[in-house]
Each structure stands twice: as structure tokens, then as C-alpha cells.
Nanobody, 121 residues
Framework: QVQLVESGGGLVQAGGSLRLSCAAS????????MGWFRQAPGKEREFVAA????????YFADSVKGRFTISRDNAKNTMYLQMNSLKPEDTAVYYC??????????????WGQGTQVTVSS
């Protein structure tokens, strides 16, 4: 089992920045691919960014490329999502996910409880 806890969400003006954190406990963090998803009201959960277990490979949704970065610190069992140049359409609940496979998907087995990000115009 892997337990995930997100933090760092909040209210920010358009153009601002936030840094989300996902703290993991349980089984060896470094063995898991990690990622971020988000879900806005009335919409399906969508992929935002992912990172390989080593941190070498990263992937981003087109909507966030160039604005968001993803990183992980395996010594601290923590993953981060740095969000810059935020837009109102980034407003959503952000979830972190972990997967023993190569990459996270919406079917990954481990999820956090989510953290709300609200971007005002």
C-alpha cells in the first residue's frame, strides 16, 4: 500500500504561481511512477503531468506545457508540481497518483484525497 497526501492548493490570481506537494508513505516511494491529475466541476478527471521513478522522464499535458514543472525527491518521499502563469481554466481539484508500472494513468491504484486550486481572473 502507498498512502498519498497532497498539499499546497489555494486561491491565486491569474498569472500567479502555486507549488503542490504530494507526500508518500508506505512502500518504497522510489519504485513508483508518479503523476498529477485534475478534475474540474462537471468534467472528467484529466492528466496533468507525470514523472518516472527516477525522475529522468517527465510528461505534460499540452495545456500545461511550458507553465508547469514536475519533480520528485525520493529521499523525502515527495513529489512536486510547480505551477506558473496560472489561468482560470486551471481551476480544479488536483490529485496525485502512484503506479508500480512505467507511468501513471487514470487507472493507477494509488490516489491522494486531492487539493483545491482556484485561479481567479
Amino acid at each position: 500500500q502507498v498512502q498519498l497526501v497532497e498539499s499546497g492548493g489555494g486561491l491565486v490570481q491569474a498569472g500567479g504561481s502555486l507549488r503542490l506537494s504530494c507526500a508518500a508513505s508506505g512502500r518504497t516511494f522510489r519504485n513508483y511512477a508518479m503523476g498529477w491529475f485534475r478534475q474540474a466541476p462537471g468534467k472528467e478527471r484529466e492528466f496533468v503531468a507525470a514523472i518516472s521513478w527516477s525522475g529522468i522522464s517527465t510528461y505534460f499535458a499540452d495545456s500545461v506545457k511550458g507553465r508547469f514543472t514536475i519533480s520528485r525527491d525520493n529521499a523525502k518521499n515527495t513529489m512536486y508540481l510547480q505551477m506558473n502563469s496560472l489561468k482560470p481554466e486551471d481551476t480544479a481539484v488536483y490529485y496525485c497518483a502512484a503506479d508500480p508500472g512505467v507511468v501513471v494513468t487514470t487507472k493507477s491504484p494509488y490516489w491522494g484525497q486531492g487539493t483545491q486550486v482556484t485561479v481567479s481572473s
